[in-house]
């Protein structure tokens, strides 16, 4: 993985993908169901547009260790979205993903989900990225495995991943 920044985002780029933060127009796009020539057939999903509808509460989401959309290398198109719901809160931060049903199965959000965990825990006071996945919704628990995610706790309807960084503390 390998990013580049400036002063107003910073782009994450995998061997398939570019992780790349939201702008606001492209979230109002998302809401008002306004195509993009940048966008894969069937994006967004309903998932896209709750976290467009969410920005102007969280404003944050829009930040360097916010929410991004996930573009196909080859194709440059947008084919998902993935982000963290930041701020941390005691060094946790939840990661939250996904790829359009036309990308699925390639292995994509496995990748930009490794790759925004990794850059999560450069960010000051982050030690652990966690994720909630339904039993019922296996294909999210695979992905969250690949991406080396744990499994920490199980409950009726509730699975928890995470993934903890090595301790700043040595």
């Not at 127009?25 to 547009?49: I, K, M, N, Q, Y």
């Not at 509460?57 to 719901?85: K, M, N, Q, T």
């Not at 982050?126 to 294909?139: D, H, I, L, Y």
């Not at 628990?141 to 309807?157: H, I, N, P, S, Y």
Request: glycine content about 10%; some cysteine.
């Amino acid at each position: 993985m390998t990013s580049s920044s400036s002063s107003t985002h910073v782009d994450l780029t995998t061997d398939r993908l570019v992780l790349r933060p939201w702008t606001t127009a492209e979230a109002t796009a998302v809401l008002a169901d306004t195509r993009s020539a940048h966008w894969a057939d069937d994006f967004p999903a309903d998932g896209d547009r709750v976290i467009a509808g969410l920005f102007d509460d969280h404003p944050a989401w829009l930040g360097a260790h916010g929410h991004r959309l996930v573009v196909e290398r080859d194709s440059g198109l947008v084919v998902g979205s993935i982000g963290l719901f930041w701020p941390p809160n005691d060094g946790t931060l939840e990661i939250g993903y996904g790829i359009v049903e036309s990308r699925r199965g390639r292995g994509y959000a496995s990748e930009a989900t490794r790759a925004l965990t990794e850059f999560a825990l450069t960010a000051p006071g982050v030690r652990t990225v966690f994720a909630n996945v339904e039993p019922a919704n296996p294909a999210s628990v695979r992905v969250l495995e690949k991406a080396g995610f744990q499994c920490w706790a199980t409950e009726e309807d509730v699975v928890r991943f995470r993934f903890t960084g090595p301790d700043p503390r040595g």
